[in-house]
């Protein structure tokens, strides 16, 4: 098993910048791909972001030349940088994580970005 702790999450105003982080812990060695998804009130989780344990990175349309995703395997750690917020980014942040055989979901951070 692999447990998921984020942290970082707030209340910042639009053209401001957050910085998420998540924690991986358990059996780290088995994860293969890290990453981000968001879910809006009323709407479905979406991608933000992943990267694999190489270091390859994706972004959802949305977000890219904005936010930046990277990953640190020795502290087992992921972490999202978001830039130029807006108040369509406000959502609930997951960080995600797949080994072989498994999905896994941090508890969620709250990201509330106001006009």
């Known amino acids: 098993q692999v447990q998921l702790v984020e942290s970082g999450g707030g209340l910042v105003q639009a053209g401001g910048s957050l910085r998420l982080s998540c924690a991986a812990s358990?059996?780290?060695?088995?994860?293969?791909?890290m990453g981000w998804y968001r879910q809006a009130p009323g709407k479905q989780r979406e991608l933000v972001a992943t990267?694999?344990?190489?270091?390859?990175?994706n972004y959802a349309g949305s977000v890219k030349g904005r936010f930046t995703i990277s990953r640190d395997n020795a502290k087992n750690t992921v972490y999202l940088q978001m830039n130029s917020l807006k108040p369509e980014d406000t959502a609930v942040y997951y960080c995600?994580?797949?080994?072989?055989?498994?999905?896994?979901w941090g508890q969620g951070t709250q990201v509330t970005v106001s006009s």
């Open positions: 358990g059996k780290v060695l088995t994860i293969n791909d």
């Open positions: 990267i694999t344990s190489g270091g390859i990175t």
């Open positions: 995600y994580a797949t080994s072989e055989l498994h999905a896994y």
